[in-house]
Structure formats: C-alpha cells, structure tokens
C-alpha cells in the first residue's frame, strides 16, 4: 500500500510554469503507474498525465500535449508534473494517483487508480 502527497500547488500567471511533484508517505512509487488528475468545482475529474511503472511509457491528454510532461525520479521516489504555458482557468485540485498495472487505455480512467493524494490547488489567473 502507498500514500500519496502532492505538492508545489498555487498561483500562476497565464503563460507561466509550475511543477507539481507527487511523492510517497508510505510505500515506495517505484512499483505504480503514477497519473496526475485535475478536477475543477462542478466539473468531472480529468485524466492529464501517467507514467508506467514497467517502462515508463507516458502518455498526456490532448490539451496538455507539448506543454506538460511527467518525469519520474526514481533515486528521489518522486512524478512530477512540469506544466509550461498555462492558460487562464478556473481553480483546479491537481491529484496524483497509483496503480499496479500498466495502464494502456486506461490511463484516464479515474476509477482504476487505487490510491489517491489530497490534491494541490492550481490557480492560473493574472
């Protein structure tokens, strides 16, 4: 069993970058698929990025494609999410998420992931 933090939430002016890392309490993230999940008030949570656990194969939502990327550091047991030019949004919790098998087409699935961070809240408005 893993327990998820993530971390490096906030405000970010639209055009700018911030990097969310997602890391383990408990357990060890080397053995998980890792996605990252966003989910703003009144919406839907939305896949945006995963990473394998076998061969890190990535794999990234169409409207973060060529502006996000998901680096897995596996010497510090951290996924990060790099997010460059952000554009103008409602808030939205940022999630990471685990799970044990190599996720194919179901990356974005939200209900194949069993384990869950708290989220970390990312504002991107001027």
């Known amino acids: 069993q893993v327990q998820l933090v993530e971390s490096g939430g906030g405000l970010v002016q639209p055009g700018g970058s911030l990097r969310l890392s997602c890391a383990a309490s408990r357990g060890s993230l080397l053995y998980y698929t890792i996605g990252w999940f966003r989910q703003a008030p009144g919406k839907e949570r939305e896949g945006v990025s995963s990473?394998?656990?076998?061969?890190?194969?990535?794999t990234y939502a169409d409207s973060v494609k060529g502006r996000f990327t998901i680096p897995r550091d596996n010497a510090k047991h951290t996924v990060s999410l790099q997010m460059k030019s952000l554009t103008p949004d409602k808030p939205a919790v940022y999630y990471c998420a685990a799970r044990f098998d190599s996720p194919g087409g179901t990356w974005s699935i939200a209900r194949r992931y069993e384990y869950w961070g708290q989220g970390t809240q990312v504002t991107v408005s001027s």
């Open positions: 990473i394998s656990q076998s061969d890190n194969w990535t």
